[in-house]
């Protein structure tokens, strides 16, 4: 980084030339994302499942914390 900083102040080194790099370097770090994303999207089932599992345990913590929180206010009646 330090390096194409350096060019770029000097010149020569444009900005399409450092958007195409970083356009690559963030094409490298997402092209595994794309792939998982792509993967579990044959799967439906398996992620509504998933999805439907965790939102049953949000709403049971929830409802754990507002009975604490009714009980630390003496709303309880």
């Known amino acids: 980084v330090a390096n194409l900083k350096a060019h770029y102040e000097r010149g020569g080194l444009g900005d399409v030339a450092i958007k195409k790099r970083l356009a690559s370097l963030l094409n490298n770090i ?12 044959q799967h439906i ?3 509504h ?3 439907n599992k965790g939102t049953l345990k949000t709403y049971t913590e929830a409802e ?3 009975c ?6 003496h709303l309880t009646y």
Do not use: C, N, S
Not at 30 to 41: G, Q, W, Y
Not at 68 to 73: A, C, H, L, S, T
């Open 30 to 41: 997402l092209d595994p994302i794309r792939t998982e994303r792509m993967r579990l999207a």
């Open 45 to 47: 089932d398996y992620i």
């Open 49 to 51: 499942d998933i999805l």
């Open 64 to 66: 754990k914390t507002m």
């Open 68 to 73: 604490e929180v009714k009980k630390v206010m």
